[in-house]
């Protein structure tokens, strides 16, 4: 089966950087797509940021093109999201997800067929 796990959040002061981890399990063709969502309180979770396997193409949503940056290392099986200014709109319970084959609709839930639970982001003011 396949699974995604999401760490790496934690809390940072406005303007700080982090980065995030999804290591993925389970797939038994590689070529896949792996995408990065976030939910803020009383928002829909949203994606920020997807790579595709087969050949490195990346994709990401306007808010935060400039600012966070997506990666993979094949040998580790992991994708990264590295993020860089942020502010307090970017807390959230961010989720890493997967489509097998799919990515058209990357950026919308119903688009990935795989989750993992979130790792949440605070930034302070």
């Known amino acids: 089966d396949v699974q995604l796990q999401a760490f790496g959040g934690g809390l940072v002061q406005a303007g700080g950087s982090l980065r995030l981890s999804c290591i993925v399990s389970?797939?038994?063709?590689?070529?896949?797509?792996v995408a990065w969502f976030r939910q803020a309180p009383g928002k829909e979770r949203e994606g920020l940021s997807c790579?595709?396997?087969?050949?490195?193409?990346?994709y990401y949503r306007d808010s935060v093109k400039g600012r966070f940056t997506i990666s993979s290392d094949s040998a580790k099986n992991t994708v990264y999201l590295q993020m860089n200014d942020l502010n307090p709109e970017d807390t959230a319970v961010y989720y890493c997800?997967?489509?097998?084959?799919?990515?058209?609709?990357?950026?919308?839930?119903?688009?990935?067929?795989?989750w993992g639970e979130g790792t949440l982001v605070t930034v302070s003011s």
């Open positions: 997800a997967a489509n097998q084959f799919y990515y058209l609709y990357w950026y919308k839930t119903y688009g990935m067929d795989y």
């Open positions: 790579i595709k396997t087969n050949d490195g193409s990346t």
């Open positions: 389970g797939f038994a063709y590689g070529d896949y797509t």
